[in-house]
C-alpha cells in the first residue's frame, strides 16, 4: 500500500502558501486547490513545507490523503519547472499554425479547427510538432488530449495527431488476392 500522503511537499521560497479552509493557495502562480475534503484530510503549512494529515485510516480517506498529497506537488513542481507536451502531425496537408492566442489546425477536415489557448497555457508550432507549456500539469493534459481527438491518428498510414511519445501499432491492410 502507497504511503505517499506522509511525504511532505517541500516548495521554494518564492512561493508562498496558505490554507483558507479547504482552499490551499500557491502565490506565485495564484494557482489555488479546492480540496473538498468534507473532514477527510487536514492540511497544515509550516515554513517551506505542506503537509497533509489522515483523520482516519478508513480506504477513502487514505485514498483522499495521497490524492491532495500529489495534485499539491503536481502545482510545486509546475511553479518551479512547468509541464510540456509534444504533438507530432502526420499527414499530406496537415498543418499547425499560432497566432496570437489560437492555435490554427488543418488536420483534413472541409474546415479549419481553430483552438483557443486559456490563460497559462502556450503553444509553438515548428515544422509539424506542436509543443504545449503549462505550469498546470491538469490544464495541459486535457488541453494535449482535446488537440489530439480532432484528428486521432489511424493505425493504416498513422496518419493524425499523436503524441510524441507514442507508438501506434500499424495494420497490414487488406492483401491482394493470389
Do not use: C
Request: proline share 2%; glycine share 8%.
Amino acid at each position: 500500500m502507497s504511503r505517499i500522503g506522509k511525504k511532505p511537499v517541500e516548495f521554494a521560497a518564492d512561493i508562498t502558501v496558505s490554507v483558507n479552509g479547504d482552499v490551499i493557495t500557491f502565490a506565485k502562480g495564484k494557482l489555488s486547490m479546492d480540496l473538498d475534503t468534507r473532514g477527510n484530510v487536514e492540511v497544515a503549512v509550516d515554513g517551506n513545507l505542506v503537509t497533509f494529515k489522515n483523520l482516519s485510516e478508513t480506504k477513502e480517506h487514505r485514498a483522499f490523503w495521497g490524492t491532495y498529497r500529489a495534485l499539491a506537488q503536481n502545482i510545486v513542481t509546475g511553479l518551479t519547472t512547468g509541464y510540456s507536451k509534444q504533438l507530432e502531425i502526420n499527414g499530406v496537408g496537415y498543418k499547425a499554425a499560432v497566432k496570437e492566442n489560437v492555435l490554427n489546425l488543418q488536420l483534413g477536415h472541409s474546415h479549419d479547427i481553430n483552438f483557443e489557448l486559456v490563460d497559462g497555457l502556450e503553444a509553438s508550432v515548428e515544422k509539424n510538432v506542436i509543443t504545449l507549456k503549462s505550469h498546470d500539469k491538469q490544464l495541459l493534459g486535457s488541453a494535449a488530449a482535446k488537440i489530439r481527438s480532432f484528428r486521432p491518428p489511424e493505425p493504416y498510414k498513422g496518419k493524425g495527431v499523436k503524441y510524441m511519445e507514442e507508438h501506434i501499432a500499424r495494420k497490414a491492410g487488406k492483401t491482394s488476392k493470389k
